[in-house]
């Protein structure tokens, strides 16, 4: 008999995040019109959790006629604790028991790791100072939102982003380990943790991230594998949601970079505009130009007005 899938939380992604491919074999597949749903024994590829994107990437096999083909992966889910991933169309002479290769798409696994790193870090250095972290989403592959809560939390964002990017030079290594759900360590002292099971309903091993010298969390998440491979973190702007909580959006590592870049190619472009490479300057025109045409839509609208009276007195 072969062994149990491995479930959710002890996956290969989760215990080597850096793994960037996995020879494993296929235990079951459902087929649907558009897709078909397998689980294997063992996956490299993430699935959605703790407010993480899955991963995307091909399945590829042999089949027992020797046809090799290769699969989209178009979503990848915790089902269960049980780790489905779901291909893009029938994908004809993968079954029970075929050995396949998986591969993650490398750049979209790095831009998750970043951002679920970076808010690990930015969460951890808020809660130093008091303010809480009560959700956080990685919806665009640029920008990542966390809402937290507390007293002043935009009088502090300043210097949560400093002593944020303090802890990235320090570069610390960045370590997985798993515990049980009853292990006195889920109640020690800078442990983070939120959903734990309760008391008494079965549940596997608890995997637990820690950022060395800075943070311990519970987390199912893929992540770097020190803090000094996020290259810097970024506060972007922040709203306040309700009067407890503020959202602010960030960027970080490779996502940071090539967001800079169309900021610079932007600001090539109205230095082209205003026919001035000065920032401040550039600022100053800008508002000038704006200003102006405030004030050429009043006098448009003033002259219609005399036209309009002109043409009702004749």
Wanted: proline share 3%; glycine share 8%.
């Amino acid at each position: 008999l072969s062994p149990p899938p491995t479930l959710c939380g002890s996956l290969h992604c989760q215990v080597s995040s850096s793994c960037r491919s996995l020879s494993t074999v296929c235990v079951s597949v459902v087929r649907t019109d558009a897709q078909t749903h397998c689980v294997f024994q063992d996956s490299v590829l993430f699935p959605t959790g703790g407010g993480q994107p899955h991963d995307l990437g091909t399945v590829s096999y042999t089949s027992s006629s020797g046809s090799s083909t290769s699969c989209s992966v178009r979503c990848v889910s915790n089902v269960s604790r049980c780790c489905v991933v779901s291909l893009s169309g029938p994908c004809l002479g993968l079954s029970t028991g075929v050995r396949c290769t998986q591969e993650v798409d490398w750049d979209r696994r790095v831009r998750n790791m970043q951002a679920h790193t970076g808010q690990h870090v930015l969460s951890a250095v808020a809660d130093g100072l008091g303010v809480a972290t009560r959700s956080w989403r990685l919806t665009d592959a640029d920008v990542v939102t966390v809402d937290f809560e507390g007293q002043d939390v935009t009088g502090r964002l300043a210097t949560i982003e400093d002593l944020a990017n303090e802890h990235v030079r320090s570069d610390r290594p960045i370590t997985s380990s798993w515990v049980s759900p009853g292990c006195d360590g889920l109640g020690s002292a800078g442990l983070r943790s939120r959903l734990l099971p309760k008391a008494g309903v079965a549940h596997g091993p608890l995997r637990v991230v820690t950022i060395d010298g800075l943070d311990s969390s519970t987390c199912c998440g893929t992540h770097l594998s020190s803090t000094g491979r996020l290259s810097m973190l970024k506060f972007l702007g922040a709203e306040r949601c309700s009067k407890e909580v503020v959202r602010v959006s960030f960027a970080a590592g490779e996502a940071l970079r090539r967001r800079m870049e169309r900021i610079v190619v932007h600001v090539r472009g109205v230095a082209d505009v205003v026919k001035d490479r000065d920032l401040d300057k550039q600022l100053e025109k800008v508002r000038a130009l704006a200003e102006g045409r405030e004030a050429d839509k009043k006098r448009v609208k003033a002259l219609w007005s005399r036209v309009a009276a002109m043409e009702a007195r004749s």
